[in-house]
């Protein structure tokens, strides 16, 4: 089964707008860890935001913030006033057992002007 | 520099050679991750390492893969006999703590002819 699902392949936003990337993961691991990426052309990866398994409140950074639903097992990205840098590749993932992160397939973001 | 460092930044080598690969963490970071991201299988875990014992090497794909980490700091990935399958963007990742969010280098773009 895969531990870490991300639904859409590509998603297109107007500038300014805000725009959710959706990601729902599976773990059997009480205390777990929720990490998104991103991947600019470029092929570095930046660290976005994390949100622990125990943590009460979402996790805000800025323009990102996280919608994480535990019973649902959801960890979506929401990106608020999306600029031209934002188009990017975005990849959710997951540390369970404190080791290793495991990710998902992506989703490549597209903003327009 | 401040970052994770990683050289070189590309190789191109022949089928069957050795190649090694070199990450240089952000000082001070005890946990220090390898991963391999490749167009058909996504972003794979390799190796974990917790200053310089190696507690998970799960993902290392067969034998002719091997790391190690000396002084807590400098980590080394070598692939023997390399195979075109090998072909990949190599990254290293290194987090203050075990279980903390990751930060990644640039990568090593490996190419087997």
């Known amino acids: 089964a895969q531990k870490i699902t991300q639904t859409q392949p590509g998603m297109f936003v107007q500038e300014k707008e805000a725009v959710t990337l959706d990601c729902t993961y599976d773990?059997?691991?009480?205390?777990?860890?929720l990490f998104w990426y991103k991947q600019p052309s470029s092929g570095e990866m930046i660290f976005l935001i994390y949100?622990?398994?125990?943590?009460?409140q979402n996790a805000t950074e800025g323009r990102y913030s996280l919608n994480f639903q535990k019973a649902r097992k959801s960890a979506n990205l929401v990106i608020s006033a999306s600029q031209l840098g934002d188009s990017a590749m975005y990849f959710c993932a997951m540390m369970e057992y404190g080791n290793k992160l495991v990710f998902g397939a992506g989703t490549i973001l597209r903003v327009k002007s | 520099g401040a970052g994770v460092s990683q050289s070189p930044s590309n190789k191109v080598t022949e089928k069957g050679k050795d190649v090694e690969l070199r990450c240089d963490p952000i000082s001070g970071h005890t946990a220090l991750y390898w991963y391999r991201q490749s167009l058909g299988q996504g972003l794979e875990f390799l190796i974990y390492?917790?200053?310089?014992?190696?507690?998970?090497k799960s993902g290392l794909p067969s034998d002719r893969f091997s790391a190690e980490r000396t002084g807590g700091s400098v980590s080394t990935l070598t692939i023997q006999r390399t195979q075109q399958e090998d072909s990949a963007v190599y990254l290293c990742a290194s987090s203050l703590l075990r279980g903390k969010p990751q930060h990644f280098g640039d990568g090593t773009r490996l190419s087997i002819l």
């Open positions: 949100q622990g398994s125990y943590d009460q």
């Open positions: 390492f917790q200053g310089n014992s190696a507690p998970d």
């Open positions: 773990t059997s691991d009480p205390s777990y860890g």
